[in-house]
C-alpha cells in the first residue's frame, strides 16, 4: 500500500493540535503556544497552551474482527471562555466538532497529520477556570442511510397500486449485486439450466380482465412485475412453485411515478421471440407475462388476496457470450460484482463520511471475490456489508479522519512487499519488547461452506470444503445416465476421479476385436476401456485392477452394497451384450471430498496431539452472497490462510519523528536478533500516538509455509 511519508523534519518536536468548533467560534489548543503558519493562504493559526495532561491516541485493528471499535481520546481543556454560561445559554458542548493532528515544528500547516475527525462526547464543566473534561470520539457506527432508499418501494407514491392485495404493498425495491441465482454447475444441481431463484419478484400493479372470471388468470398489458432498480441485464428467468423450471424473459428499464430506475417485466399479448442463442442452443426468451390460452406462459398471477411468489435468476445469454458482467445496477460503467466495487456501491447509501480512495486501492485484492446477492429488506449499508460480505473476507472496516476505509491482508505478501525495514542494530532508539505473545484460541484448518442459495426453497445448492491432506480425498465421480441396479451386490465397482479437471469426462465400455485396454484422451476429455469381442470377460476384480493400472485419470475400487452419495456399475454383463458397441456415461465430479490444502496440512501435523487428538479445527459456515464456486473456494483458502497457525504479536516503540508515518495493515519487515526476527514479515496491527517523542506499535506475524524456508520452500 502506498503511504505518505510524514516526518521530513528529523528531530524537530511534535506537538498535538486541536481545532474545536463550539458555540459558533473555533478554538485551537495546543501543550504549548505555538504559531502555525499556513503558506497556502498566508494565514498563521495561533493554538493556545491548553490542552491539560498528556495525550494518547491509539489506532487498533483487531484483525479476524469485522469492525473495529470508534477511536477515542480523553482530553482536558482549558477554555478561554465560560463554558457554563455558554451551556446555560443553549450552546451544547455535545455537539462540538474537533480535529486532532499532529504537527512538527517549523512545518507548515497544510503538513499537519490528521489522526482523528469527530465530535465530543461525555462532557463534564464547571465553574470558569475549571478544565473541561472530555473524549473525542471518531465517526461512528451510527448510520443513518438505508438501502434501499426510503422512497423505493411499492406504495401510492410510485405506483397506482392497481389491484394490488395488501401484502404486495409497502414493499421495499429489491436491490439486485451481481448475478444472484447463475450457477452453472451441473453435478450439484443434477440439471443443465445453469440457474437457481436468487432474488423474488414483486407485483408491482395487476390489472384483471374482466371476461376472464375467477379467479384471474388473463392479465392485460398493464400488468407488470418489479425485478429490482435498474440493472445491467437485459433477460432473466422467471419461476414460481407451478413452474420451476421457468422462462427466459426480457426485462425493461423504465422508471416509476418518481422517475426512480426500475426494471421491470410487463404482460404480453403473446410470445415474442426475441433470439435463438448458440449458447443455451436454441433458448428462446418471451416478451413478458403470457397466459396459458395464448401458448407458453409464466407465472400464474394468483388471486388479488394471495399473490402468487415468483423468482428470478439474474443471468443474460447475450452478455455471458460476449464475456461481459451482468446483473445489478450501473456503477461506474460496470456491475458492481467485485467486492470492493460492491462495498464502494453500497457504503454510497450510508450517511457516514466514506473513504472511497482506500476502499478503490484495495480492489486488486478484493475484486477476485464475486458478490452475487439481492438485498431485500431495509437495512443500513454498514450493516449489511457486516452482516454478509465482511466474515468471508479478509478485510475489516474502519474509521479514520477521511471516513470509512477498509483494512485488508494479503496472505501473499512478501519481503518484496514490505514498505519499510524496522531494524533494532540500525536504529539504537528502536525498542523491541524483550518477549512475544502467541494466540491460538481462533485456529480453524478445515472449512466447509455451503453457498448459491435457492431462494424460493431456501437450500444450498453448492458445496465446498477444504481441509488437509489426510482429510482431503480425491473427487468422486458418478454417472450422468442412470444404470441398471444391483441392490447390494457386494462386488460394484466405484470410481474416483484422480485428476481435478474431470468435470465432463466420458467413460466408455465397449466390444471390440482388439485385445481389452484403457485408454485416456485428455483432449476428447474421455477414458475408454474396450473388451475383447468374444473373448473371456474380466472378473469385478480385473476390471478394477485394469482401470488402476492403465488410466492416469481414474481410480477404481470394490465396495460393499449401494451408498447415499454414490452411483456403481451394477451389473457388468449388461455392458457386454452380442452386437452392442459401446456404452457411453458422463463423469462429473460431485465435489464430496475436501480440496486438499497445504497450510491446513502443516497445520494439523502441528497441533495433532497437542491442542485436540486429531489436530482438526473445522467450522462450517453458509453465504447467501456467494454463487460462484471459485470465490467460494478463493474465500475458505483466504480463511485457512488467515486462521491456520497461532497469531504471533511483538510490540516496539519506534522515534516519532521517523515512524509516525506508520498505518494499520502496512507490511514491514522485521529484524531483531535477541528475538530472532530475521527479515520477518509483519502486519501493523496497534499504533499508540504518545506525546512523548515516540509510537508504540503492535506487530501481528501471520506464518506463510508457501514462502517460508522452514517448510523446504
Known sequence: MAVTRWGLHPGQPTWWLLTLTYAGRVFRFAQAELDVADVATGATYHYENAIVGSVVYQQAWDFGSLTTAASTVPLELMFPVDVAQLVAEGHDLGAATAELAKWIEGSDYEARRVLLVGRVRDPEWGEDGIPVKCSLEASSWEDSGQVPARSQAIDSATTMLYQLGQADKNRPYPIVIGRPGYFPHEAALGAEKGWIPGSQALWFQRVQDPTSGTPPTVWDSCSILLCAGHARSDYAYLSCDADPDGKLVRIRKVYDNLGQPVTMVRSGQGIDTIETYEVPAGETAYAGLMHADLGDYLPDPGSLENSAAIFVSWYDPEERLDGNEWGGPDFRGASPRGAADAIEYLLGFSSERVDTSSIRAQS??????????????????????????????????????????????????????????????????????????????????????????????????????????????FASVFFQEEVASAGDAPNAIFLQATASDMSGWLFEIWEDANPETIIDYPTERRTSYKIQNGGAQPTWQQLADRINANSDRLTAKLVQGTGVNQVFIADYNTFGKPGVEGYTFALQSKRLQAIPSRWAHLSRMRYKGVLSETGIFHEEITSAVIYDETTAYAVLESLIQANA?????????????????????????????????????????????????FVAIRFLLIENPDLDSRYGV
Open 364 to 473: 486488486s485484492l478484493l475484486n477476485r471475490f464475486k458478490i452475487d446477492a439481492v438485498i431485500d429488506a431495509v437495512v443500513t449499508p454498514w450493516e449489511w456489508i457486516r452482516d454478509n460480505i465482511l466474515p468471508i473476507l479478509p478485510v475489516s472496516l474502519v474509521t479514520g479522519p477521511s471516513g470509512i476505509s477498509l483494512l485488508s491482508w494479503n496472505p501473499a505478501a512478501t519481503a518484496e512487499d514490505a514498505i519499510a525495514v524496522i531494524d533494532s542494530a540500525v536504529d539504537p532508539q528502536v525498542e523491541f519488547a524483550q518477549s512475544m505473545r502467541s494466540d491460538t484460541s481462533k485456529i480453524r484448518n478445515s472449512y466447509t461452506m455451503k453457498f448459491a442459495l435457492d431462494v424460493r426453497t431456501n437450500e444450498y445448492h453448492g458445496k465446498v470444503s477444504v481441509a488437509p491432506l489426510a482429510e482431503a480425498e
Open 645 to 693: 497457525f497461532a497469531k504471533v504479536t511483538v510490540e516496539a516503540m519506534l522515534p516519532e519523528d521517523a515512524w509516525d508515518w506508520l498505518e494499520r495493515g502496512n507490511v514491514v519487515l522485521l529484524r531483531h536478533a535477541p528475538l530472532h526476527l530475521v527479515n520477518r514479515v509483519a502486519r501493523v496491527q496497534q499504533i499508540d500516538h504518545q506525546d512523548d517523542g
